[in-house]
């Protein structure tokens, strides 16, 4: 038999194995927990977790998700976001409104040169090659047409996102 000494964590369990432990006074509701190991080397040690707690923490974190969807998809301004080549990445409810179109339609498919007048596109792209450098646009006026041709004059201000690299993402 393998007589090696097995690392424990604080609480006398061995790391490295899952076990069902049943929770005392004042413990969980759900009346178990899992045992997963955590940490590395001589500080490797164990971490509880509870599967109903995880599972309310879970549901908070999804009801703040849909909250922080419906304040950006519902607010009373437009908000979309484009690749390095002008494409529409992301769009909010409002802007397809003004816009008179789907998400299905401009997601990855139309760029805002496809919204703009044709007097202002020669402006348009020279401000976005120098928005994706510079990171930031403030204030920009333009006019958004839409499908059934319908101007609207919009105020721009945006911050660019770039990866670890410094690579333009949106």
Same mark, same amino acid.
């Given at each position: 038999a393998d007589r090696a000494p097995r690392r424990? @964590? %604080?609480t006398g /369990?061995?790391?490295?194995?899952?076990?069902?432990?049943? #929770? *005392?006074?004042?413990?969980?509701? @759900? %009346?178990?927990? /899992?045992?997963?190991?955590?940490?590395?080397?001589?500080? #490797? *040690?164990?971490?509880?977790?509870?599967?109903?707690?995880r599972k309310a923490a879970e549901a908070k974190l999804a009801a703040s998700a849909a909250q922080v969807d419906d304040l950006y998809?519902?607010?009373?301004?437009?908000?979309?976001?484009?690749?390095?080549?002008?494409?529409?990445?992301?769009?909010?409810?409002?802007?397809?409104?003004?816009?008179?179109?789907?998400?299905?339609?401009?997601?990855g498919r139309r760029t805002a040169l496809d919204f703009l007048p044709d007097e202002q596109k020669a402006g348009f792209i020279e401000r976005y090659k120098n928005f994706r450098t510079s990171g930031r646009v403030d204030d920009v006026e333009v006019d958004f047409v839409g499908v059934d041709g319908a101007r609207r004059r919009v105020s721009v201000t945006a911050t660019a996102v770039y990866d670890a690299d410094g690579n333009f993402l949106m």
């Amino acid at each position: 038999a393998d007589r090696a000494p097995r690392r424990m @964590c %604080g609480t006398g /369990r061995p790391v490295g194995q899952r076990q069902i432990h049943l #929770a *005392g006074p004042g413990g969980c509701p @759900c %009346g178990s927990h /899992r045992w997963q190991p955590r940490g590395s080397g001589t500080n #490797a *040690g164990c971490s509880q977790i509870c599967s109903c707690r995880r599972k309310a923490a879970e549901a908070k974190l999804a009801a703040s998700a849909a909250q922080v969807d419906d304040l950006y998809n519902n607010a009373p301004c437009g908000y979309f976001s484009l690749d390095a080549n002008g494409k529409f990445l992301h769009i909010n409810n409002t802007a397809l409104k003004w816009l008179g179109t789907t998400r299905e339609m401009v997601i990855g498919r139309r760029t805002a040169l496809d919204f703009l007048p044709d007097e202002q596109k020669a402006g348009f792209i020279e401000r976005y090659k120098n928005f994706r450098t510079s990171g930031r646009v403030d204030d920009v006026e333009v006019d958004f047409v839409g499908v059934d041709g319908a101007r609207r004059r919009v105020s721009v201000t945006a911050t660019a996102v770039y990866d670890a690299d410094g690579n333009f993402l949106m």
